[in-house]
């Protein structure tokens, strides 16, 4: 059975960092392109980033572009997801999806809320 | 980026009831359409790829069509548990992109 779990998420102070990890079971990991979406409260879903299998290609939104960086750990079946210079308007929740062109799988997912 | 307009934005029906739901790319996205699914307090899943193509374990009731840039979700008779909100996504090009959902609500 195909598990994605997300950890890290939290109350932030803007400007602050904060890193998302998301580990990964019941498939192999390393085949598979993986990307995180977000979503803020009562809105809709917005995607982030995405990073290929190997994780030498990467891909942002503009909004997050310059203060996130999608990483991952083939080793560990980890995804991560560095937030850099956090905004309110990055407050949301954030998914952890397996990116097979659609997102056929996705974690349960892990709240961010950037406020002082 | 490429937009994607769904309407209507909220749709009122009965259990029973066949709808028909609209996705509207701002240029042409060949088949490169998927169809979500999100309960309330759920994480998304997906019911349809690449425009029509079924997806393991999706009722047989959903169905999807649609090239270029209309697109349409089918439900056929709709079950209580189908109210919920559905979105469009396009992976033509970079930035993946959403359309803003349509809530399905029981009438």
């Not at chain 1, 994780?55 to 909004?63: A, K, N």
């Not at chain 2, 609209?22 to 042409?28: K, L």
Request: hydrophobic share 30%; net charge neutral.
């Amino acid at each position: 059975e195909v598990q994605l779990v997300e950890s890290g998420g939290g109350l932030v102070q803007p400007g602050r960092s904060m890193k998302l990890s998301c580990a990964a079971s019941g498939f192999t990991f390393s085949s598979f392109p993986m990307a995180w979406v977000r979503q803020a409260p009562t809105k809709g879903l917005e995607w982030v980033a995405t990073i290929s299998t190997s994780g030498g290609s990467t891909y942002y939104r503009d909004s997050v572009k310059g203060r996130f960086t999608i990483s991952r750990d083939n080793a560990k079946s980890t995804l991560y997801l560095q937030m850099n210079s956090l905004r309110s308007e990055d407050t949301a929740t954030y998914y952890c999806t397996r990116d097979t062109t659609s997102f056929d799988y996705w974690g349960q997912g892990v709240m961010v809320t950037v406020s002082s | 980026d490429i937009m994607l307009t769904q309407s209507p934005a909220t749709l009122s029906v009965t259990p029973g009831e066949s709808i028909s739901l609209s996705c509207r790319a701002s240029q042409s996205i060949s088949t490169n359409l998927h169809w979500y699914q999100q309960k309330p307090n759920e994480s998304p899943r997906v019911l349809i790829k690449y425009a029509s193509q079924t997806i393991s374990g999706i009722p047989s009731r959903f169905s999807g069509s649609g090239s270029g840039t209309d697109f349409t979700l089918n439900i056929n008779r709709v079950e209580p548990e189908d109210f919920s909100v559905y979105y469009c996504q396009q992976s033509n090009s970079w930035p993946l992109t959403f359309g803003s959902g349509t809530k399905l609500e029981i009438k």
